[in-house]
């Protein structure tokens, strides 16, 4: 009977790599589904308190229970957990909307439009763009007439 080194050498990375036992290797090795294999990969590295293939298993199927973690729009991607209480939608494809909830995800993802900044001048961008003392002129003409 031949033996299986290539088996073997994963195993023994996956024994040195997240600090698991023979049969928590095996387990993670034969585990049906790729990105949950990968995902409690993962777990095993991220939270101390997740050392074994059923420890990282049970929090996977955690994870997928909690309702907050359904998808609410399948055109963006943003889960039930992201909801925005203060516009229509409730979704990032709502792009109007300038609630915290999508400042929030625009800062997570990097998803940032140099023309969404709320403090820049609308007309000119002065006061944006990390630079809060950029000075707007364009309204310079109206307070002139105003004043005479």
């Given amino acids: 009977m031949p033996k299986?080194?290539?088996?073997?050498?994963q195993l023994a990375a996956i024994?040195?790599?997240?600090?698991?036992?023979?049969?928590?290797a095996i387990a993670l090795l034969d585990h049906p589904d790729d990105d949950e294999r990968h995902t409690m990969m993962g777990y095993l590295t991220e939270y101390l308190d997740i050392s074994t293939y059923a420890d990282a298993l049970a929090f996977l199927r955690?994870?997928?229970?909690?309702?907050?973690?359904?998808?609410?729009?399948?055109?963006?991607g943003w889960l039930m957990g992201m909801i925005c209480p203060e516009c229509e939608k409730g979704c990032g494809c709502e792009y109007e909307c300038t609630g915290w909830r999508h400042e929030e995800m625009r800062a997570a993802t990097g998803d940032y439009d140099p023309d969404d900044d709320p403090n820049a001048c609308p007309e000119?961008?002065?006061?944006?763009?990390?630079?809060?003392?950029?000075?707007?002129?364009?309204?310079?003409?109206?307070?002139?007439?105003?004043a005479a």
């Avoid at 299986?4 to 050498?9: D, I, V």
């Fill in 124 to 146: 000119c961008g002065a006061g944006g763009g990390g630079d809060p003392y950029g000075e707007c002129c364009c309204y310079e003409d109206d307070d002139q007439e105003a």
């Fill in 15 to 24: 024994k040195d790599a997240y600090g698991v036992k023979h049969a928590d």
């Fill in 4 to 9: 299986n080194h290539a088996r073997k050498n």
């Fill in 62 to 76: 955690q994870e997928q229970a909690d309702p907050r973690n359904e998808v609410l729009c399948d055109r963006c």
